[in-house]
């Protein structure tokens, strides 16, 4: 996807990892901005081009550039959706607040990015017409100061947005036939339920909508809203304050090894001594939870994210929970997780 995109620099998939969502690997500015032109163009990318055409002084062409072909990257109506969110100044108040560089006259699909220690920071964007891209840094790579991409490059960005944009008529971005809206609950993306606090309307490709309803959020008995994530969340949940339903769901089902997940590997540096976080999910019924590592008793936890913290060695192994239930009961859950040293960190 990536090379279709012209993102040719990237290569052997295999050695970027889940790094390249965080931008693990090299592009060049070009052929980033080109790559989000196709999302302004339909989904068709046009490659970059300089030199239109050469005349000499009588006007005689020396020069005449083919008309330029189109790649397909993606379709029409996934390049609308993707432009659509970038634009929407509503989802980027989460993170930029209202009002930024980013919100413009021109309505623009934008993204900013920043690197590590600030050592360089981009910002992308595109109206129908016009897609600029911005690269800020030093050109010895050395960090800067608490730069980062919404005020490094996004000024620059804006300015010549809009003075590429002027004299441009302003108009949305094509919507292609095949997309339809509907009505979903923040954050499952499901239809709203009964007790869903917050509906929004979104685009969807047409057969891709919601068929069924949330049951994500509930009103206890005192009117207070409590929220049903799965298993592996509930440490999550409780950790951001949230209050957890527990009617309606096995608890059985609601005893799980949330952490290390079960298959992690984990990776330290070998001349580090360190422990490992163990994590558990339970339901509230629950008195206490006993941790286990290869048969040997790690500790004791209670409420509805026990943890306790073991220590790392390199190895293969196995957590066993055992969750002492109100009622006398005893409810067990098994994860298996890998450590590798790694020398010379």
Not at 98 to 103: E, I, M, T
């Amino acid at each position: 996807m990536a090379h279709r995109a012209g993102l040719a620099s990237l290569e052997a998939a295999e050695a970027y990892g889940l790094a390249l969502t965080l931008g693990g690997g090299g592009v060049r500015l070009i052929d980033l901005t080109a790559a989000y032109g196709a999302f302004a163009q339909h989904g068709d990318r046009y490659e970059p081009w300089v030199v239109a055409r050469v005349t000499d002084q009588t006007g005689r062409v020396l020069y005449q550039r083919a008309t330029p072909r189109p790649l397909a990257v993606t379709s029409a109506e996934v390049a609308y959706l993707v432009a659509d969110m970038l634009a929407d100044p509503e989802a980027r108040a989460a993170g930029f607040g209202s009002g930024s560089v980013l919100d413009t006259p021109v309505r623009a699909a934008v993204k900013t990015g920043t690197s590590s220690e600030f050592r360089d920071n981009w910002t992308l964007g595109f109206t129908p017409s016009r897609v600029v891209g911005v690269w800020v840094g030093n050109a010895d790579q050395r960090p800067m100061v608490n730069v980062s991409g919404v005020t490094g490059a996004g000024p620059i960005w804006r300015d010549v947005m809009l003075a590429a944009a002027e004299g441009t008529p302003h108009r949305p971005f094509d919507r292609p036939a095949g997309l339809v809206r509907a009505e979903v609950c923040v954050p499952t993306g499901l239809q709203p339920g009964p007790d869903c606090p917050s509906v929004v309307s979104e685009w969807f490709i047409a057969g891709t909508q919601p068929a069924t309803a949330e049951h994500y959020y509930h009103r206890t008995t005192d009117g207070t809203l409590a929220i049903a994530p799965p298993s592996e969340a509930r440490a999550w949940a409780v950790d951001a304050g949230w209050r957890l339903w527990d009617g309606g769901t096995s608890a059985d089902n609601m005893v799980r090894v949330v952490q290390p997940a079960a298959g992690a590997v984990l990776h330290y540096a070998g001349e580090l001594r360190g422990d490992v976080l163990l994590r558990a999910s339970a339901p509230a019924t629950t008195e206490s939870v006993d941790f286990y590592v290869n048969g040997e008793h790690a500790g004791s936890a209670s409420g509805p994210a026990p943890s306790v913290v073991w220590r790392l060695e390199s190895g293969e192994h196995q957590v066993l929970i055992v969750a002492h239930m109100s009622d006398g009961r005893e409810v067990r859950a098994t994860a298996s997780y890998r450590v590798v040293t790694q020398a010379g960190w």
